[in-house]
């Protein structure tokens, strides 16, 4: 067969240089990608920017659609689905950039407002690939874990995505068995509430404005508030009400229902505001990159790339070693070192705040972040405790 055409967004990391011995490739910026661009392509590799619709697609002969993303609400599915065009998406990516966002951020929190991991609960909305990662973090920092899915708390009826025991509900993690609670009850029992869910519009699992009126409402007084999935599974104006009227005492956005302009208002009172880069440690970016090539390979049937992967990764601009040196500190002093030295937050927030106009090109010209994964912690007195649960985060001790 001829050459397929691939049309790419350019700021898709490690692609150039992988597939041009095996296709035709495009390389356009995915928010200015058109239709005259794609009506001779084969194939679509792209990220959130791009809306892959019968706008877009009508009278292309598109027959594959790659996303290196976990969300997909940038493609009309129902319309592919319909004209026999294949997408697929990247699942579980970044789930592990996201957990250390998170984490750095709650490592900020707790280190600069004095306060102790044990004394919190922390609310998880989505227990998919992300939510189940920041369980896990959680959980190694000694927080107390409560878990919603909306879909699946739905979907309960005695289902197998459940376990009933003792009129409670347990759900299946990658990490074993967790209890699951209503939302309710997450809400007003929780310091921290943090969505990992997926953007839908439509019922039954409706998560378009989940965080409302209501759902601040019930949420603790002086709670705090975290979004990084999608901009608008918050509603922004309730959003602003739960903070001026003081119901909430702090906020953290990475994604805003208005991106790439971020509100003004929200951006200058979130204790941190992110630029839509949660998931975007380069290790995350090769997996979604190598999740679009291998499926570009299983449809044109090319083996030698059925396992691509990235030669290298580059480093990041800070070293792979960390000493810490624990005496006179406590765990929330040490995990704040590590984690903040591996991912300073408070840096990408600042730049957003500095000059919001640049929210793209924050994104576009995101630095080297390597995840927990990548770095060893020299530790010396560091007590056992404080060690497991920086092993647990994905650090080699020493």
Not at 266 to 275: D, E, G, H, M, R
Request: aromatic content about 10%; charged content about 25%.
């Amino acid at each position: 067969m001829n050459r397929p055409k691939i049309i790419a967004d350019d700021k898709i990391p490690f692609l150039k240089g992988a597939l041009e011995n095996y296709a035709d490739i495009v390389y356009l910026p995915g928010a200015k990608t058109t239709a005259a661009d794609v009506k001779d392509a084969d194939v679509i590799f792209t990220r959130t920017r791009t809306k892959c619709d019968e706008k877009l697609l009508g009278g292309s002969h598109v027959k594959l659609i790659a996303t290196a993303t976990i969300g997909y609400d940038h493609i009309d599915t129902e319309y592919c689905d319909k004209m026999g065009i294949r997408w697929v998406n990247a699942p579980g990516c970044n789930s592990y950039s996201v957990q250390q966002y998170i984490t750095a951020a709650l490592a900020t929190l707790v280190y600069e407002r004095g306060l102790k991991f044990r004394d919190l609960t922390i609310g998880i909305i989505g227990v998919g690939n992300v939510g189940s990662k920041v369980m896990k973090a959680a959980e190694a920092l000694g927080i107390r874990v409560l878990l919603n899915d909306p879909p699946k708390e739905l979907a309960y009826n005695g289902l197998d995505c459940f376990v009933p025991r003792n009129d409670e509900r347990y759900i299946e993690t990658p990490f074993g068995e967790r209890k699951v609670v209503s939302l309710d009850k997450l809400l007003t029992e929780s310091d921290i509430v943090t969505c990992h869910v997926p953007l839908t519009k439509e019922e039954p699992y409706m998560t378009f404005h989940l965080a409302n009126d209501g759902f601040f409402a019930k949420m603790k007084d002086n709670a705090v508030f975290i979004n990084s999935s999608r901009g608008a599974v918050t509603d922004t104006e309730a959003l602003r009400k739960a903070i001026n009227s003081g119901k909430l005492s702090a906020f953290i956005l990475d994604v805003w229902e208005t991106e790439p302009t971020p509100d003004p208002e929200l951006l200058a009172k979130a204790f941190i505001s992110t630029p839509h880069i949660a998931g975007y440690s380069s290790d995350g970016k090769a997996n979604g990159t190598a999740a679009c090539i291998r499926e570009f390979a299983n449809y044109f049937n090319i083996n030698e790339l059925k396992n691509w992967y990235p030669s290298e990764i580059p480093s990041p601009p800070m070293p792979l070693t960390i000493a810490i040196n624990g005496a006179g500190k406590s765990k929330e002093q040490i995990i704040y070192e590590a984690v903040t030295h591996t991912y300073p937050i408070t840096e990408d927030s600042n730049r957003l705040k500095i000059s919001p106009e640049a929210f793209e090109k924050q994104r576009g010209d995101y630095w080297i972040r390597r995840e927990f994964k990548n770095f060893t912690i020299e530790a010396k007195n560091i007590d056992p405790q404080t060690a497991q649960s920086l092993e647990l985060l994905g650090f080699t001790i020493k």
